[in-house]
Every structure is written in C-alpha cells, then in structure tokens.
C-alpha cells in the first residue's frame, strides 16, 4: 500500500541534490529506446518534459486537449520567471530564493524540494537564453531583471507582459524538434479520461480523440501528468476555459494522494466582476505592483460618490486617498505577497471603501510612476497590459487608475509527490502546477513558471531514470490487456451515463453554480460553519447535475457540451475535498485564511503545534477521503511568523 | 443589444457546411463577442438545440485559439485584438453579424466554426528551433544581445499562431507567420550556425502544406491582433535569397 516516504536524500540540504544524482540508477542509451513515457499535457512542464526526455532517446507520447501544443495554459503567464542569478548585485543568492519561497510559503512546503528549486533555477536561464527566448536587456546587453512581490531583490526575468508565452514557445521549439526527429510523437486534441494500472505500477491511459469522440488506449512504462491547477472549480478564475482537474482526479480515484487542496492562492490584482455572463477573470500582472500604488478613498463618502458615478478617481485629493498597503506595509508596501495584498483589499472593501459600479474594486494609481519616469518608460514596461486592460474596461489606464478586485488564480495543492517527483502510485509522475510540492500554502510571483520548468527539464529526466532503469526488462504491452479493456469499459460507462441525465440544465449552469458557493464559502476568508454549510451545497449540487444535466450531440463526435460536463463532473467531487481539506486545516496560513485564526491585527493565525504537515488525501469512494499527513522538518530554516511590515 | 447573426454550421470536415440564421436580444455591450455566443448556446441548450462550435481558450488574447472570421474580417472589426478580446460594444443594437471560420484550404473545417491549423505546428517542426538540447547551455549573460534587437526580437516572437494573416489573405499565405519566427531568430545571435536551413525548410514547408504567394497587398498585417510587422517578410526574404546563393 501506499505511504509517505518523500524518499529524502540524507546529508545536508545544500548537498542533498548532488548526493542524489550520484548514487541514482540510470538507463543506458539502448535501453532508453525500448522504454515509453506518456506524458499529458503540452504546459511549461509537460513540454519541457518531452523535449528533455525525447533527446535522452526515450519514446515519448504527449497529449494535450488543444489543437496545438503551443496554446497550452502557461501560455498566458506574463510577469516574469525567478532565478538567483544575482546579475543586479543586490544580495541575492540560492540560498535566499529558497529562503524567500519557503516563507512566502508561510511554512509549509518541503526544504529538499524547494532547495533543490532554488539550485537549479540558474540553469533554467541559461537553458532559455540558448534556445532564443527574447528576455528583456539592458542596453549593454545583459538580462534585464525586475522585483516581484514578497522578495527584496530583482530576480525577476521577464519578456515584455509575455515572459509565459516566450517560455512556452522555447519549450515548444524543443519539443518540435524532437516531433520531427521522431522520438516524440504528439496527441493533440486528446483528452486524458483514466489511467491503467498493471500489477500495482502505472502503465497506460485511455484518452478520448475529440475530434472522431473515440477512445483509445495507449501504453507507457510510466505516466507524468502536467496538467495544470484546478483553479477552476471555482468557475471564474484567471485561468483558460479548458483548464481543469481531471486527470489528476482521475489518479486521485486511482490511488494517487491529494496533497493540501484547500491552498489556493487569490491573485489581488484582476479586472474586477462585471456581469452575470462572465466567463473568465483577466489578471493584471503582479509586475504592475513594482509601478502601481493601490489606494482608495479615504471617507467612506468619496468611496459612495464614485460607487454612484458622480465622481472619478481623479477627483480625490491626494490627502483623502488610503494607501493602504503602503501604511500597514512599509517594509514591503505595495509589493507584499500576493495572500497579504488580496485580504486586505477584501477587508478594505468590506468596510465599504471599494469603489466602481460594484463597490467591490481598489484602484491601482500609475500617476506617479507616469510623472517620475515618463509615460514611454510605462508604455514600454506593460503597454500590452495597458491595451488589455482598455479593450475590456473602456478606459484609459494611462489616464484614469485602474481598478483590480482580487480573483481565483493558482492552486498550491495537488498530486502529493516525493522527492522524485513520483506520486504515490509506482511509475505515476505529476509536475508543475499539478503537483503539489514547492509552494506551500502560497506561491511567489515568477515561481510557477520556475517550478514547471525546473520539473520538466531539470528534474524529471534524473529521477525518472532512476525508476525506468528497473523497468529495461518489461517489454511494451499490448493494449488489448484486460487493465486496459476495463478501464476503457469504466470511461465508455461514464460517458453514457452523463449522456442518458437527459436533463434540463445546461453544464454551465451547475458549473456557475458550483463556482458561485466555492467563491462564497471556501474563497478569501473561511469559517467552520461556511465550510460545512459549502460541502452539503455541493453535494447537493452534485446529486442534481446527475439528475438533470443536458449534454446535447453525440459521443462519437466533437463535442464541446460532453468535454465540458466530464470535466465539471469532476469539479462537483473535487470541490468537496477542497472544502473538507479547509475544514480540517484550523489555522491560517498563506493563501488559507480561516477567520477564526487571525491576529488582532487582522493576519494569519498559523498553528504550527498542530498543523505543520502536508495534508494528503486518499480517495475511499465518492465523499469519502483519509487524512494522511506528511510532517514537515525544517532542519535549514527557523520557522517565524511571517511578517512584512 | 438586439442581434441577428448569421453563422457556418458544418457537421464535420467531410460534410457540408451553410448559414443559419439566430436572433438574440438583450445583450450587454459590455459583454465580450464569445459570452455572447456563450448566451447564444445557452439558449440553443434550452431548447435541445446542438450549440454552435468554436475554438477557444485563454480568453485574453494570448493563447491564439480563438479564430472566428466576422463580417469578412479575421478578429472582426476592432484593430490589435483578437476574436475573445472583442467586446459587443463595437457592434450596434439590430446589427447582423456574419460569423464564419477561417477560410484557407490548409486549414480544413473540423466543425462549425473551427478549423485545423496543425499546418503551423508542421512548418514550426522544419526548423523553427535552435537545435541545443537540455543541458551544458553557457552562462546565460555570456550572450549579449542589443536592446535594439532584442526589443525587434521580441516584437515577432509575440505572434500567437492563430492564422489570422492566413484568413486574411486572398492566397492564403503564411507569409506572416514564417517570417516572424524567422525574424525572431534571425535577429538574436543564438542558432546562426543553422539560420539558412532554417529559412529553406520552412519555407519549403509552407509551400508544400499549400499556402499561397505572397502578394503584397498585406492584409495580413491589417489583421493581425498582435501588429506584427510587414517588414518581417523583408527580412525573411533576404534570409531566403542569402541561403538560396550561398
Ligand atoms: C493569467 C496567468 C498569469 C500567470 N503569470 C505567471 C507569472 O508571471 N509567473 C509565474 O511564475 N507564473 C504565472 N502563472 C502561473 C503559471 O502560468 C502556471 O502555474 C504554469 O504555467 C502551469 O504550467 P503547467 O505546465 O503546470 O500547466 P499548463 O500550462 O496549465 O498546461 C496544462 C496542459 O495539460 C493539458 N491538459 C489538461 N488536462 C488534460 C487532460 N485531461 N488530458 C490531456 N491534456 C490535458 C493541457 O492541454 C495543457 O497542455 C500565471 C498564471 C495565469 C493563469
Ligand atoms: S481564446 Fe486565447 S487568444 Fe482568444
């Protein structure tokens, strides 16, 4: 059975990494040829994954549910990638990247990983810079960097607003290049449904074409899922329509532990909510904070008067405008983490300063920056922001503030995974965002990009080797296996049975509906009677979808309405565990904040006694999950509270 | 906003396609073009109607998998932006909106509204790389690179594949689209060892997949949501004649 051994190198955590890759097993170049990976998704990770593995020689098969490799979700990432390279002299250094990563964690991510981050996060650059990914320069040449929030240094890489797209496209070029070559074959439009396991090892998935609606069946000698955050289970969220939970809910089903779910991270700085039909929430990079000063009104009146129109932003004086995050913040101001910055917008919103339509928005004030370093100098650093912003607001944010509102944006949890990157079922992998493994309870700007990256190019092809170099004497299987035939069996059975509901209500209705009780109950601030009222909501909720869902069209055709169902029907479980993971964490900590446990002063309330522990799930049946824990060491690290005052 | 659109609706690649005709009331200008085809499907939901099927992702412009061709242009009728950045505001109470896919025979419908470009992922896969495995790459800052070049690097490396300048063209070329992955290359020092193969092969690609000529009329750049300039055929063009004399 199944337990936690995160597989820890011994010795010192600054040579635990290097202690690894000497003693590991590797498989030799004939071998390589005889072995398959399968490896779903085509994101920063997945890719990186492929291109790493497929030059190795290894034979790779990649999957993802877009119709090129290119437009998977890291895609839209745009501020920038970390790496302690320490090129503006500014005291940084591997040590304080994983410092930092570790206590913007607030405390509850794993050392070995995150040291091992920090470590090869340098490399990442490097690797980059190699393949053509156009950084921003200085004018003599050199990489450019900027700060991000919860850092005192610049470590921050970036390409223009687009540094995700930029990353993506270099791992994408690799990846093409092993396309061509023959060593990784791609399956685009594809969409994983479940995986085979045989004789207790992953061994293969079952994945629907959707185009044709057909299913197939396909072997690997292990399985690496890099299939992105759930943060959509809350509907409204910054992530891309597709984005969803269900490959690793279906590992989860399987056997796979679910790590810590309820660490979902707010990101503060988003184009607010503005209607009923709203389908996706657009970020505002965190990089606008090293330039933005976040305010609002001072008098709750000035606050109303803008509510109702009759005022701008512009009308407040300076004296009567809050800098709120700068007066509770001096040390960091308004480049606090990302939890610290999202509540506290909330709470200044919640005792009625919000401004816009709404009242539910803060105002982020370029006015400064414009007169200190000149609107090109603006233009330069985020004109496609600016250009974003105006297209879906109607305003000009060189003129007017912009208003942001805090919105779903990346999950902390995930597949709980060991040092090596293995889950909890033998030869199943699960890297980037999918994982849970460096952030802890809340993630850095420019760390996501880092991880991913770091997984697929340069921690992966080690450790995967050493599980594949015991696997050179199993020879390919063949896919008419009955694991196989069977679990093809249990994905045919789901798809009927979601196709025979023959209900009423659109999958957008029970999706919106789950989206609106998560955002309500286990969104920014939690409670215990929240929470318990949001589990029996959503069960409810659940058992209603399976009465009265309507899926239009057929199966063995593109189907958009079918897509969509499989995946909230995932969703309406998952939502369940994120709950009950929340209702079990009594203390605050990083992006969970529980309202019960808060200083007087209005901040996270950690109960390190009781709960310093990775929290991993286990799946029993529909509704029913084991708590199992990892306690979490920090050998390296003395454990504070968090304070960025 | 009241409206009457007239969209493509084809089963599949192999069947064939026609207009239907849909009216929707009471949309919000502040809606964006594709929730107001969320609304549209919604209400064909309702009546146990098959949705109208189209292409998209990210919803903010990034991802390039939007791709609907509206009132004869690709992205519609606002500039720099593209299909899912398009608001409702830009249209007019009783408007009629014609919606159609991408048209260009490398591009094959697969349903309604969407269509195949893994054309693109073809021509990406001749040479649009530089050929450095994982790996023993050199200290980044060992590179330098100009400003100047950097920021024209970035300028082409910013296309998003979504082939709007292909839809765009009357000969469906890709000229666009090459020559800015061309350009990103060409203008930073990494991978000059195989600039010329790389020009070559994918050119050959693009004319072998049947993209045609470029003519100069460059609607492409018109179109194109991320400003991607025309001069980038010039330069792709000279990268072409040096490695065909060479
Ligand atoms: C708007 C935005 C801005 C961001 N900005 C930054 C930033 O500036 N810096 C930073 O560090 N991080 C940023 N992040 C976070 C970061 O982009 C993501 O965490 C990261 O890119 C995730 O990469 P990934 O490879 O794990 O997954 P993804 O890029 O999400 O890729 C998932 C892949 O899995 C595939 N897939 C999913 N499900 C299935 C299935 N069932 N079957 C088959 N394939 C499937 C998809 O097709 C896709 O290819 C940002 C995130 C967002 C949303
Ligand atoms: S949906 Fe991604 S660019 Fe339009």
Redesign the pocket.
């Known amino acids: 059975m199944a337990d936690l051994n995160a597989k820890i190198p011994s010795g010192p955590l600054t040579g635990k990494w290097t202690q690894y890759k000497n003693h590991q097993n590797l498989v030799n170049p004939a071998n390589k040829r005889k072995l398959d990976v399968i490896i779903?998704?085509?994101?920063?990770?997945?890719a990186s994954a492929a291109a790493s593995l497929g030059e190795m020689g290894f034979n790779v098969k990649i999957?993802?549910?877009?119709d090129s490799?290119r437009r998977?979700?890291?895609i839209?990432?745009?501020?920038?990638?970390n790496a302690a390279k320490n090129y503006p002299n500014d005291g940084d250094n591997i040590y304080r990247l994983f410092y930092d990563t570790i206590k913007g964690g607030d405390y509850r991510s794993r050392e070995s990983n995150v040291y091992r981050l920090a470590e090869v996060s340098n490399n990442i650059i490097d690797q980059c810079v190699a393949q053509g990914v156009p950084f921003a320069r200085e004018y003599g040449g050199s990489l450019e960097n900027r700060s991000f929030g919860g850092a005192q240094v610049s470590r921050t890489f970036f390409a223009r607003g687009q540094?995700?797209q930029q990353l993506l496209l270099g791992a994408y070029s690799a990846l093409s290049r092993q396309l061509k070559m023959g060593t990784v074959k791609l399956f685009n439009r594809?969409?994983?449904l479940e995986l085979v396991i045989v004789d207790g090892k992953a061994r293969g998935i079952i994945?629907r074409d959707l185009v044709t609606g057909k299913l197939e069946r396909h072997f690997g000698h292990a399985v690496v899922i890099?299939?992105?955050?759930y943060g959509n289970v809350f509907y409204l969220s910054?992530?891309a329509m597709g984005?969803?939970v269900?490959?690793c809910w279906q590992v989860f089903k399987k056997g796979a532990w679910f790590a810590n779910p309820c660490f979902t991270q707010i990101h503060p700085t988003c184009i607010p909510v503005h209607g009923d039909y709203q389908s996706k929430l657009t970020?505002m990079?965190e990089s606008l904070r090293n330039d933005g000063r976040i305010w609002v009104p001072k008098n709750k009146e000035d606050a109303e008067k803008h509510r109702k129109g009759l005022i701008k932003a512009k009308d407040i004086r300076e004296e009567d405008r809050d800098y709120y995050l700068e007066r509770r913040y001096p040390a960091y101001g308004n480049l606090v983490p990302r939890d610290v910055a999202s509540r506290a917008a909330k709470e200044r919103c919640d005792a009625g300063y919000g401004v816009g339509s709404t009242g539910l928005a803060v105002f982020l004030d370029f006015e400064e920056s414009i007169k200190r370093l000149g609107r090109h100098v603006i233009e330069e650093r985020y004109g496609n922001l600016f250009q974003m912003y105006e297209k879906i607001v109607d305003e000009n944010p060189y003129e007017n503030p912009m208003m942001i509102y805090p919105a779903v944006?990346?999950t902390m949890g995930g597949i709980w995974v060991d040092y090596e990157l293995m889950t909890t079922i033998p030869g199943l992998y699960a890297?980037?965002?999918?994982n849970y493994s460096d952030h802890g309870a809340n993630r850095l700007?420019?760390?996501?990009?880092?991880q991913?990256l770091a997984d697929g190019y340069f921690v992966l092809p080690y450790t995967i080797q050493n599980y594949l170099s015991g696997e050179i004497r199993i020879p390919r299987m063949s896919t008419d296996k009955n694991e196989f035939v069977e679990a093809e069996n249990t994905v045919r059975e789901r798809i009927n049975k979601l196709m025979s509901v023959k209900g009423t209500k659109s999958v957008d209705h029970f999706h919106k509906e789950l989206g609106k009780i998560m955002w309500e109950f286990v969104g920014m601030g939690r409670n215990e009677a929240g929470l318990k009222k949001a589990i029996e909501l959503i069960r409810a909720l659940r058992t209603e979808f399976w009465k009265d869902v309507r899926i239009t069209g057929g199966i063995e055709e593109l189907n958009p309405e079918l897509e969509k169902a499989s995946r909230v029907a995932d969703f309406l479980e998952m939502g369940e565990l994120l709950a009950l993971d929340a209702l079990n964490r009594n203390e605050s900590c990083g992006g969970h904040f529980r309202e019960e446990y808060q200083t007087n002063e209005g901040e996270c309330l950690r109960n390190d006694q009781d709960f310093m522990y990775v929290a991993a799930w286990e799946f029993l049946k529909e509704g029913e999950f084991k708590l199992n824990k990892e306690p979490l060491k920090y050998e390296e690290i003395e454990v504070k509270q968090r304070i960025y005052k | 906003m009241k409206l009457t659109l007239k969209i493509w609706k084809q089963q599949d690649a192999h069947s064939k396609g026609k207009f239907v005709t849909y009216s929707l009331d009471s949309i919000s200008p502040n809606c964006s073009f594709l929730e107001m085809l969320d609304i549209l499907n919604e209400q064909l939901i309702r009546k146990n109607e098959e949705p109208v099927a189209f292409d998209h992702d990210c919803r903010e412009g990034i991802c390039g998998t939007c791709s609907l061709y509206i009132n004869g242009r690709p992205h519609g009728p606002d500039d720099a932006i593209t299909t899912c950045q398009l608001h409702m505001r830009k249209f007019k109470d009783g408007d009629t909106i014609i919606i159609e896919p991408w048209r260009a025979k490398p591009f094959p419908v697969v349903k309604d509204l969407i269509v195949d470009r893994a054309a693109f992922d073809k021509i990406i896969q001749e040479g649009g790389y530089i050929s450095v495995n994982t790996g023993g790459a050199a200290e980044a800052n060992q590179i330098l690179v100009s400003k100047v070049n950097a920021e024209l690097s970035m300028d082409a490396a910013a296309c998003i594949g979504c082939g709007a300048c292909v839809a765009a063209c009357k000969n469906a070329s890709a000229m666009l689209f090459v020559s800015a992955k061309v350009s990103h290359f060409a203008l930073l020092p990494q991978g000059k060892i195989e600039a010329k193969d790389r020009v070559k092969k994918m050119v050959a690609m693009m004319d072998q997949l049947g993209f045609g000529n470029c003519t100069n009329t460059y609607a492409c750049e018109a179109e194109c949501p991320k400003l991607i300039s025309r001069s980038n055929i010039a330069r792709m063009n000279r990268e072409f004649i040096c490695a065909k004399v060479s």
Not at chain 1, 40 to 46: H, I, K, P, R, S
């Open positions: 779903v998704g085509t994101g920063l990770a997945g999957f993802c549910y877009q490799p998977a979700h890291s839209a990432a745009q501020g920038g990638i540094t995700g594809h969409e994983m994945a890099a299939t992105g955050g910054t992530n984005s969803n269900s490959a970020l990079s944006h990346y890297l980037g965002e999918a700007g420019a760390s996501a990009l880092m991913g």
